[in-house]
């Protein structure tokens, strides 16, 4: 009998250390995508979508190799140019809608070809690429959230400026998520990007705390601890010292658009507004109206004249 109870007492200990042992994992998992998260690959090319295009390679700021693909415009001669920057754990194609975080998210695919394709077909010369840690392109210790991640986008820049059939003068960035935060890192260190728009930007730490907690409640706070204190010994960072809204006051002459869903459950209109708010003009913002994240990533793609109108404006010859 005294067996019986030692065995039910055991199974019982187990049964509640269950949901601290899923939080643990969790953050186990998540400090993974933050230091070195997996690489997706490229399941179609430009070519797929009857875009000229060239494989590309240079390096970002700081010496890291960098892998893309340029698609060429189809008038000839110089030209505005955009290099689009893709969101944490993506690739220059966008997400992958079968990978592990889409589907404990349920965030909808994103296909980064579909907003290359109107600036392609409006004239634009378009630069896809991996961020470090990311598709092709080369490693760095960790992934930063846009801080380091913004030498791969001058690298980039130094890449269009080095190309005959790019005017010098005419360059833009598209950013999102990470990606956004990537531009607006980048903006405040060169004058060389004349026109932008960053895509849901965020706080990092901001979000994985909003991301903990929706995904697993109270024991989210267990799950995010966990994480934070892996990525901390593997980067030596603290989260919430990376925060693209102390260098939005530096994004200037460059022209900038936000653009941000109002459903957003991990990022926050309240703090675009503050990166708008914040940066000097010309500049801009767009509120969407949206039941989640995805519908803020989207809407460029379903509207891509506001895209268009906005590079046009600031990129016009």
């Not at 998992?29 to 090319?45: G, S």
């Not at 846009?146 to 791969?152: F, L, P, Q, R, S």
Request: charged fraction near 20%; hydrophobic fraction near 45%; glycine fraction near 8%.
């Amino acid at each position: 009998m005294k067996k019986r109870l030692t065995n039910l007492m055991v199974l019982l200990l187990i049964l509640a250390a269950m949901p601290l042992l899923v939080a643990v994992a969790v953050g186990l998992y998540f400090a993974r995508l933050m230091v070195n998260p997996p690489r997706a690959r490229h399941w179609k090319t430009p070519a797929d979508e009857s875009l000229p295009y060239e494989n590309v390679h240079f390096e970002a700021s700081d010496g890291v190799p960098i892998s893309g693909w340029f698609i060429r415009a189809p008038t000839s001669g110089p030209g505005p140019a955009v290099a689009i920057v893709h969101g944490w754990t993506w690739q220059r194609l966008g997400n992958v809608s079968n990978d592990l975080l889409t589907r404990i998210t349920r965030a909808l695919p994103v296909d980064l070809l579909q907003p290359a394709r109107a600036l392609h077909n409006a004239g634009y010369r378009v630069l896809m690429f991996d961020l470090r840690n990311h598709g092709r392109s080369g490693s760095s210790p960790t992934v930063t959230f846009g801080h380091d991640e913004a030498g791969d986008l001058l690298g980039a820049v130094s890449y269009l400026q080095g190309r005959k059939d790019v005017d010098t003068k005419r360059i833009g960035a598209l950013g999102y998520s990470m990606g956004a935060n990537t531009v607006m890192f980048a903006c405040a260190a060169t004058r060389d990007i004349k026109a932008a728009i960053a895509v849901q930007p965020l706080r990092p730490h901001q979000f994985a705390n909003r991301l903990a907690t929706s995904l697993l409640g109270p024991l989210g706070r267990v799950a995010l601890n966990v994480a934070l204190q892996a990525y901390y010994r593997a980067s030596g960072l603290l989260l919430e010292i990376i925060d693209p809204g102390l260098v939005a006051d530096l994004i200037s002459p460059t022209a900038i658009m936000y653009v941000q869903s109002d459903g957003d459950p991990w990022g926050d209109v309240s703090t675009v507004r503050r990166f708008y708010e914040q940066t000097k003009e010309p500049k801009a913002l767009h509120i969407v109206t949206s039941p989640d994240r995805s519908g803020g990533y989207l809407y460029l793609s379903e509207h891509p004249q506001v895209m268009l109108e906005f590079f046009d404006e600031y990129l016009a010859g």
